[in-house]
């Protein structure tokens, strides 16, 4: 039973920051490409960020890059995003997402999400 818990989510005012956490379990986290999606209302998911197995590469949308920085530590199966300068664009439901495939998360595990809010 693989379990990928987010947390951290909450409201912050535009410009502000926010570090989201996903703790893993049922898995060999350090075999996974661990990845964060977002969905806003009314609006499909989309890619976020994410991060090589052993946390060596990395990879952003292009709307955060230099903003949000994904990282890892596999002793502890945690997979983190920390938010800074927000936006209210930013506002969605992110999800920690695990995959064996860098190229693809169509057979991945998620989590249930955690609410970003970010006020203008």
């Known amino acids: 039973q693989v379990q990928l818990v987010e947390s951290g989510g909450g409201l912050v005012q535009a410009g502000g920051s926010l570090r989201l956490s996903c703790s893993a379990s049922?898995?060999?986290?350090?075999?996974?490409?661990m990845a964060w999606f977002r969905q806003a209302p009314g609006k499909e998911r989309e890619f976020v960020a994410r991060?090589?197995?052993?946390?060596?590469?990395?990879n952003y949308h292009d709307s955060v890059k230099g903003r949000f920085t994904i990282s890892r530590n596999n002793a502890k199966n945690m997979v983190y995003l920390q938010m800074n300068s927000l936006k209210p664009e930013d506002t969605a439901v992110y999800y920690c997402?695990?995959?064996?495939?860098?190229?693809?998360?169509?057979?991945?595990?998620w989590g249930q999400g955690t609410q970003v809010t970010v006020s203008s």
């Open positions: 997402a695990a995959s064996r495939n860098w190229f693809s998360f169509g057979n991945a595990y």
């Open positions: 049922g898995l060999t986290f350090r075999n996974y490409v």
């Open positions: 991060i090589s197995g052993g946390g060596v590469n990395t």
